[in-house]
């Protein structure tokens, strides 16, 4: 037997732990409710040789037995695009979604000056570091995702990036503008595209790390506080697409 995880929410990832755990749900909230992971970090730091999230995962196994192999894990994709968009063909890695991003740019363009001004750029090829970087080396292509959909509305206290605020590349593309023509578009084109959240099924990627992650994620939900660091997990798919098939919803968020 087998499960699969799912943390859309708490509840649902409680009931992908219950099922993976093949307990109760009260069974794990119980489990989470009894232990004191900061205060036991505090007071004996020193002498342990494991993460907080590697001691908690272990805590729980402890507690209720080792759980089921993973078959599937959810995902979420965040990105911010037209909102004609409805990413029916997939989500490609950054060299194959270049020349969708350019052409979303375009074509919402303001007016044809900054048309103009796009497509120079866009010739140019070279006018940013990290534009260069990015579309130069294969190891920043993704797609990516994160395991905890929670993870994507708490950016800033997680410290990470806001993909729904804007993808990278558009940002990258913006400041080239900015430096190249002294005029910023940053305003503009945070009200033309809108933030989406894409759902999206993967059975490549499945290993303990993720049921690490949701009882991290879980750890703080069921105690009623803000989600943590424990609760971060991504995925790289290194280059290969999000097959449409396995995309579940987009939603606008």
């Not at 993808?167 to 033309?192: A, H, N, W």
Request: aromatic residues 10%; proline residues 3%.
């Amino acid at each position: 037997m087998a499960f699969i995880l799912d943390c859309s929410t708490g509840e649902t990832a409680l009931e992908s732990l219950a099922i993976g755990f093949d307990c109760s749900i009260e069974q794990i909230k119980s489990v989470l409710l009894s232990i004191n992971i900061e205060d036991i970090f505090e007071k004996h730091f020193e002498t342990i040789e494991v993460s907080s999230s590697v001691y908690l995962y272990q805590y729980v196994i402890e507690k209720l037995g080792k759980h089921k192999p993973l078959t599937e894990v959810i995902w979420f994709h965040g990105t911010r695009t037209l909102k004609s968009n409805n990413l029916s063909d997939g989500i490609f890695p950054l060299n194959n979604a270049l020349d969708i991003v350019w052409d979303s740019l375009l074509s919402s363009a303001p007016d044809e000056t900054v048309r103009k001004n796009l497509k120079e750029l866009a010739s140019a090829g070279s006018f940013d570091h990290l534009y260069d970087l990015r579309t130069k080396n294969k190891i920043h292509w993704g797609p990516y995702g994160i395991l905890v959909r929670d993870v994507a509305f708490n950016t800033k206290s997680l410290r990470q990036h806001d993909y729904l605020g804007m993808p990278e590349l558009v940002e990258d593309i913006l400041k080239g503008y900015q430096k190249t023509f002294g005029i910023s578009l940053s305003t503009y084109y945070s009200e033309v595209l809108v933030p989406k959240l894409v759902k999206f099924k993967c059975t490549s990627s499945v290993h303990d790390g993720c049921v690490e992650t949701a009882i991290g994620y879980l750890y703080t939900y069921v105690k009623g506080a803000e989600i943590c660091g424990l609760a971060v997990r991504c995925i790289d798919k290194k280059g290969s697409p999000i097959k449409k098939e396995d995309i579940i919803e987009v939603e606008l968020v």
